[in-house]
């Protein structure tokens, strides 16, 4: 099984920061997708990203996908209190299952 | 559209007991995977199914099992309950059953076990 460094485990932030978290692996991903899980509820798609290279942008939040699929960052710019949260990065297998970093819990300050 | 849904919410079982939790997933997906999810050891891959078939399978004992019915709902059953099975299980719905095209997860079933 894959597996996927994800850092830093924790983050605390005054609003209005930036701030960048990064997921690293040692193999290939097809695809490497982004989740963001709130207390009490299951995880929430962000983006999905799968050529080498890739680049998105979700209003404050950039994802970029490394040129060899093995790492992905996310970037949040300015940070507000609502991104506060458990954000998690996933690798696509080739096969259908989903490989989980450990997480990033994100808390941002008012 | 109506989103994944997991029954119960909560859950306290005893040592030795055996449960079954429920995922309704979204209407005309038919690739359902369930995961576990605990502080130690985030989130882990159980199993998927499609077409009321198991296509892929973790590395977790033979006490968890699963399955899909006709209508795409499925069921993951856990035997003897250990207190290390105390996790959030999230079941997540695909239309495609791909993983390059991410998944819609469940608020999950906190399984407490005592």
């Known amino acids: 099984t894959q597996l996927l460094e994800q850092s830093p485990q924790f983050l605390s932030i005054q609003e209005g920061e930036n701030l960048t978290v990064y997921c690293n692996s040692s193999?290939?991903?097809?695809?490497l997708q982004w989740y963001r899980q709130e207390p009490g509820e299951g995880p929430v798609l962000l983006v999905t990203v799968v050529t080498g290279g890739e680049v998105k942008k979700l209003k404050r939040l950039t994802f970029q996908f490394g040129d060899a699929r093995k790492d992905s960052s996310l970037h949040i710019t300015a940070a507000q209190p609502g991104d506060t949260g458990l954000y998690l990065c996933?690798?696509?297998?080739?096969?259908?299952?989903?490989?989980f970093g450990a997480g990033t819990i994100l808390r941002v300050k008012s | 559209k109506a989103g994944v849904t997991q029954t119960p919410r909560y859950l306290i079982k005893t040592r030795g007991q055996q449960v079954t939790l429920s995922c309704s997933p979204i209407s005309g997906h038919r690739s359902v995977s369930w995961y576990q999810q605990t502080p130690g050891q985030g989130l882990q891959f159980l199993f998927e199914y499609f077409s009321e078939t198991q296509r892929n399978k973790g590395n977790f004992p033979g006490r968890f099992s699963g399955r899909q019915f006709s209508n795409s709902r499925s069921e993951m059953n856990v035997s003897t309950l250990e207190l290390g099975d105390s996790a959030l299980y999230l079941c997540?719905?695909?239309?495609?059953?791909?993983?390059?095209?991410?998944?819609?997860f469940g608020s999950g079933t906190r399984l407490t076990v005592v």
């Open positions: 997540a719905s695909s239309g495609t059953g791909q993983a390059n095209y991410g998944y819609t």
């Open positions: 193999s290939v991903f097809s695809s």
């Open positions: 996933a690798g696509g297998e080739y096969g259908n299952k989903l490989v």
